[in-house]
């Protein structure tokens, strides 16, 4: 403002540049104002819509914030999910697995963690992407690859003329192994195809032998008989 009768042209020029000055200023911050909201938006529409599950959890491991993706995972609303403690480890920079158990079905996650801060406080910012399919087809690739090789083992004792003994211990060796078991019990048709046999004992020969000194006797041959018209024969034909 210029005060009445109190201003010369040097005075009135320099009134009118920091006018102009301050009008640029109040432009550029209603501007910056304008694009933050904007940013902001984005940003929200971008997590929200995102497919990955995402959570912002502060340094008590306390969730803050989750977005639709999370709560489709875990089968629960975000109001129940926010202010929950997080029981999975958090480790920056990089990718860990954890399992997902709901009322309907088991899902695995792969999570991956970086800091950030939610309203001004530091937190982290962590990502949960449903791998479930992902590990399931490489689950049964393995499977299949562990399944070829148990083929080529019995081909190669055959091919070597090795006994039935060797060829049911390199099948009985191959399954257990394929199957993460502790023992494995191998069955043969009988000729009449009436029968199951077992070959060789149930148990590991360890614990057989100890069965067998407390009952005073060998442990008995296992025979299951195939029953007419069942599964098993409709299988086995």
């Known amino acids: 403002y210029l005060a009445k009768g109190k201003y010369d042209e040097n005075l009135l020029g320099r009134s009118v540049q920091y006018a ?7 432009m550029q911050n209603t501007q910056f104002a304008s694009d933050l909201h904007h940013s902001e938006v984005r940003f929200s529409r971008l997590i ?4 990955d599950g995402i959570i912002v959890v502060d340094d008590d491991r306390v969730i803050k914030y989750a977005n639709m993706a999370m709560a489709k995972l875990t089968g629960r609303p975000v109001s129940d999910l926010v202010g929950e403690v997080i029981d999975f480890p958090l480790e920056l920079d990089t990718k860990t697995e954890i399992e997902i158990a709901t009322d309907f079905v088991s899902t695995i996650a792969e999570l991956h963690t970086v800091d950030t801060s939610w309203l001004g406080e530091p937190g982290y910012l962590v990502t949960v992407r449903d791998i479930t399919d992902r590990v399931r087809a490489q689950d049964a690739m393995k499977r299949h690859a562990d399944d070829l090789s148990l083929i080529n083992s019995i081909n190669d004792a055959l091919n070597r003329g090795a006994d039935l003994e060797s060829v049911v211990a390199t099948l009985k060796d191959g399954t257990r192994r394929a199957l993460s078991g502790d023992n494995t019990s191998i069955y043969l048709l009988s000729a009449d195809k009436a029968f199951l046999n077992q070959i060789g004992k149930p148990v590991p020969e360890d614990i057989s032998t100890k069965i067998e ?5 060998k442990i008995p041959d296992i025979q299951i008989p195939i029953l007419s018209d069942s599964c098993a024969e409709t299988y086995l034909n």
């Not at 102009?20 to 109040?26: D, T």
């Not at 929200?48 to 497919?51: F, I, K, L, T, V």
Request: aromatic share 0%; glycine share 12%.
């Open 48 to 51: 929200e819509e995102n497919a």
């Open 213 to 217: 000194a407390l009952i005073g006797g």
């Open 20 to 26: 102009i000055e301050r009008h640029r200023l109040r």
